[in-house]
């Protein structure tokens, strides 16, 4: 026995042995250190990605308002108190709001007299100052021949400056804001005139060509909408298939004909159910263009095939003990599948569900295809209504070309990202709290 435990020993320690695990060691160092620097440049580069988003992002959830005393002129809106309630609305419609504004901002600036100043000094307050004010007055009749400061939105422009995107330092002529401008809006900082409030109009408002005015609650909607027909169309789709193709479909060539085209179909890019959207849904079809509910069949068909593939592994994961004790208590095989094989599988169902969800609220390319990239300024009410979504507002935003819209893209990303942090966070909670585990 001590001779070949010497033998042993020596080969162990022999220097070409120790040359081959030390080149082994090696290896293994540089694998893990290359495995660690590969994770560390992935998070690096998502909290790059990600910081850049939120620094741009963050102000579009604040707005810059400036407070005017409103006089609501009796010569400008009209006598209201002889006419009825219709027609005084209509009378409060056509009146001219603009000038009452000019009137305030004139107010405080009397020394402003020409036409050209006068029109720099109204730019300093948004468009939607105008419906506004007038909204106040359509809420309360009584308020003409009275003055009321109110705090109106500011032009885009004085709330990047209030904000610092643009700086004080640049030429006149690199900015679009006048040395004039400027010193009215320091006027009115000095008076207290001017604050930065949370941006209400970002959430409950829709689109609009004034950055100031834009917000996310139309193309919130419209995704919403599209979902509940993406959801409607793709879940019971997908599970029928997937049972029938697990409990009750023989295996013959056409299934797994069937079952290779559905992998596929998994794994072709969207815009591709996008043009077939546009194909089959508005061009023979013909449904409404840009309406959530052909946004939200296309998208039900890019979902389909990932909800089938779910939905097949997780009934396939249900132990066969389970169908064969029901079978033994009795039970047909409908009453196996539905009774039994279904509700254990439904977690990993819902899980996959929720992910393929996920995944297309985040899309793109096939709503562009069907028309949902049309400015929408109205906030559906149905299915059939003009919309966009999401995703597709975000895209005409980085499209445009004022710099206002630059934080709206950033603020609308951000909250894109909070809607699918949670959707997949749901889908990881689900999952851990129904799981069965055999």
Known sequence: MTEPSVASASRWSSPALQARLRRRHRSECVFRWVGIGAIASAV????LLLGSIATNGVSAFRQTQVRLDILFDRDVIGDLTALPTVEREDAIRRADFGALIRGALSARFPDVKSRSGVRALQSLTSAGARSQVRDMLLADHNLVGRTVATWVPADDEVDLLQKGT???DLPESARRLTDAQIGWID????EGRI???FNTLFFTSGDSREPELAGIYGAVTGSFLTLIVTLALAFPLGVAAAVHLEEFAPKSRWTTVIEVNINNLAAVPSIVFGLLGLAVFLGFLHMPRSAPI?????????????IIIVARAAIRAVP????EAARGLGASPLQVVAHHVLPLAMPGILTGTIIGMARALGETAPLLMIGMVAFIVDVPGSFTDAATALPV???????????GFIEKTSGAILVLLAFLVLMNAAAI???QKLETRW
Do not use: C, H, K
């Not at 052909?294 to 990932?306: D, E, I, K, N, R």
């Not at 066969?320 to 169908?323: A, L």
């Not at 507002?393 to 710099?403: G, K, N, T």
């Open 166 to 168: 643009t700086t004080r």
């Open 187 to 190: 006027g009115l900082d000095d």
């Open 44 to 47: 690096a580069v998502l909290a």
């Open 294 to 306: 052909v946004g939200g069949a296309t998208l039900g068909l890019m979902t389909l095939p990932t």
């Open 393 to 403: 507002q975000v895209f005409l935003w980085a499209d445009s070309p004022e710099r």
């Open 429 to 431: 909670g689900l999952r």
């Open 320 to 323: 066969p003990s389970i169908r």
């Open 195 to 197: 604050r930065t409030t």
